[in-house]
């Protein structure tokens, strides 16, 4: 199995790179440091184009970047401004022909035209508006966090942690231009950080700031909030963040950043329920791909390293510093 990572520049990372993880082994293969803090990372369908989030300089200046995937090697292919500070996010959309980065520092979502993997100049630049102010230091502005396209649809949903809630958006097919339909309130201070659909009409809401899993399905008009359970275990104290959600077999992964580790929930009729907690070796494991109920790998971003846990313990490491995402070749 191939992985790319993602790795911020600024602490030793060694760009975007490309490790095989076999036999419960990891090998780094090539890095690519040419684009500054290659932080999230979005793979084209056929697998020759690599797309990441970027930032440079004091004022963490937002770009959009891709790369050429050839015989296993990342070559720089195109570089556009987003806009905006710090995006910690990117996706494509189904077409392939848009690309859209969420500026979380000043707040906005920027466009981009693609052609054969290039990254045009941005079209839009889409500002949030307003703040919760229900965490003061942390939601004092809109934080868009992420986007993604609801499957099968060109509704485009944004988590934003300083509003507390999901924007959705209806895309343009022919521009790529986005314009708010709606949003999908959270509670106040959950931080809404990253979701995963479950299908077009479930999602489930990782939110960083009360550390909670939402459950939200359509009713054909609106979304409706069906559960909600903290992905740490009873009882905990610990300083903790949650960080990435993923699904696998139909359950739920998400990595907690300070009770470092990953907790699998299902959900059943109508209800969230914790089955399992993975510790991590690492500290603050930022991404997670999912490999089975009781195996994933783990990127943590502060102790610098991939992480290969299997039934609760850690049957391989590679040191990576800065590593804050991973994602399959295919």
């Not at 000043?106 to 949030?128: D, K, N, T």
């Not at 929930?265 to 993975?278: D, K, Q, V």
């Amino acid at each position: 199995m191939l992985l790319y990572i993602g790795t911020y520049t600024h602490l030793g990372g060694p760009g975007a790179a490309v490790v095989r993880a076999e036999n419960g082994r990891f090998e780094l293969l090539d890095a690519c440091a040419a684009i500054p803090n290659p932080g999230y990372l979005a793979l084209s369908e056929d697998g020759t184009t690599l797309y990441a989030s970027s930032f440079s300089g004091e004022k963490q200046k937002g770009a959009a970047a891709s790369y050429r995937v050839k015989d296993g090697r990342l070559q720089p292919l195109s570089l556009q401004p987003s806009g905006g500070a710090d995006p910690c996010h990117i996706c494509l959309s189904e077409d392939e022909r848009h690309l859209y980065a969420t500026n979380y520092v000043s707040g906005s979502v920027s466009v981009f035209p693609v052609v054969e993997g290039y990254i045009l100049p941005r079209e839009q630049l889409i500002a949030h508006r307003g703040a919760s102010m229900a965490v003061p230091d942390r939601q004092e502005a809109p934080h868009p966090h992420q986007s993604v396209f609801r499957p099968g649809t060109d509704e485009l949903f944004v988590c934003d942690l300083g509003m507390d809630c999901v924007f959705v958006y209806l895309r343009d097919e022919e521009t790529g231009h986005i314009i708010e339909k709606s949003r999908i309130a959270a509670r106040p201070g959950d931080g809404p950080r990253h979701l995963v659909f479950d299908g077009p009409d479930r999602f489930f809401l990782a939110c960083e700031l009360s550390n909670d899993v939402l459950a939200y399905e359509s009713d054909g008009e609106n979304w409706v909030l069906r559960s909600a359970v903290s992905a740490l275990p009873d009882g905990c104290t610990d300083e903790s963040t949650v960080a990435a959600i993923r699904m696998k077999n139909g359950k739920i992964f998400v990595s907690n950043r300070g009770h470092d580790g990953v907790t699998r929930l299902s959900y059943a009729h109508g209800r969230l329920t914790r089955e399992a907690f993975m510790p991590t070796e690492g500290r603050c494991p930022r991404d997670i791909l999912p490999l089975g109920d009781d195996e994933c790998i783990a990127a943590s971003q502060l102790s610098g390293g991939l992480e290969w846990i299997k039934d609760s313990r850690t049957i391989a490491s590679l040191p990576i510093n800065g590593v804050v995402c991973v994602i399959p070749a295919q």
